[in-house]
């Protein structure tokens, strides 16, 4: 049997699922989660090796209106994973209703060469008559060359996914080494670690303008020493971030630390700082510096 190799961008809207489904495919956590929107910021890579074919899977952001320079980068690189795919998923909330953002995402996708999967995500939500109604609406917008009802929290129905998938991936030579499981480097993932804490623990403004930086690492005995730099907007986040006597940034320390402590495999101290940078999402500098600008020429 020949080998097969190609890509599979993770499109949809906020909050659909997206990472949830990446972790689910590769078994692992790759992608932070939160229940807010708007968490994943930048493309990752998973890539899913065998004898037989290596399938790179591509996270992004969901797709938004958006009202910042940060947002209209995110954007673009989710338009760039989707020129670039053999094999689209756009991942659907099954509990929520199609509308004017779903629209505008169908007439993206149709401009693409991708062959577009209707992955209904959330199924363990809803009703089997709900199920058909939103399946039924979908089906009657666009011709998906496969339709996958899934429960990416449950894994539920990912193999079948994968089956699928495999058949239509082209013939070729692998795009990456056989050891390689993502694109993204350790001090990505531990910068991302700690802003899924910030999202887990904070709500509304404050989710959306946080930023983290790695400012020192150092290793000494087997202990990993982290020092990083929370960015936020506005004084009044740093005084929510912080909390009363500091009960908030804590919190958000000591669940990063357990999970740091976990992907690393070894013992890490990790202390946090705060720091204002007013407006830094419209500043093109500053996202530069953050990483958040890689698809922008
Ligand atoms: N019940 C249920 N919840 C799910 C399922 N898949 C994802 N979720 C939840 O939906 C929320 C959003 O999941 P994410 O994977 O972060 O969604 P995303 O599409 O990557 O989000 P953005 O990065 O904002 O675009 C989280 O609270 C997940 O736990 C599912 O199959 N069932």
């Known amino acids: 049997m020949s080998f097969k190799s190609g890509f599979v961008a993770i499109i949809g809207r906020p909050n659909s699922g997206k990472s949830t489904l990446l ?48 947002g209209r980068s995110m954007n673009k690189g989710v338009y760039s994973s989707m020129q670039d795919a053999d094999v689209m998923y756009l991942v659907v909330d099954v509990t929520k209703p199609y509308g004017t953002g779903d629209e505008f ?53 990912i193999d079948e996914l994968l089956n699928v998938t495999i058949a239509d991936l082209p013939e070729g030579v692998q795009f990456y080494p056989t050891d390689m499981v993502s694109d993204r480097s350790d001090d990505f993932r531990i ?12 709500r509304e403004e404050i989710p959306h303008g946080v930023a983290v930086v790695i400012e020192n690492k150092e290793e000494e005995d087997g202990v990993l020493y982290l020092q990083a730099l929370i960015i936020v907007e506005r004084k009044s986040q740093k005084g929510i971030l912080i909390g009363k006597q500091g009960s908030m940034i804590k919190n958000i320390r000591l669940a990063a630390q357990r999970e740091l402590k976990q992907l690393l495999g070894k013992k890490v101290t990790l202390e946090l700082y705060v720091r204002i940078e007013e407006n830094w999402r419209n500043k093109e500098s500053k996202l530069n510096e953050l990483g958040y600008k890689e698809y922008d020429e």
């Open 191 to 202: 910068k991302e670690i700690i802003r899924e804490k910030v999202l887990f623990y904070t």
């Open 105 to 157: 995402l169908l007439e993206r996708i149709k401009n693409t060469h991708a062959k577009v999967y209707l992955v209904l995500n959330k199924v363990d939500l809803v009703s089997r008559e709900q199920l058909i109604e939103t399946h039924v609406t979908w089906a009657s917008k666009f011709d998906f060359k496969e339709v996958i009802p899934i429960s990416a929290k449950n894994s539920d129905n």
């Open 23 to 70: 972790n689910a495919l590769m078994q692992t956590k790759l992608a932070i989660v939160s229940d807010k929107p708007q968490t994943t910021r930048n493309n990752i890579l998973g890539i899913l090796n065998t004898d037989t074919y290596q399938a790179v899977f591509v996270d992004t952001p969901g797709v938004h209106k958006p009202k910042t320079a940060l």
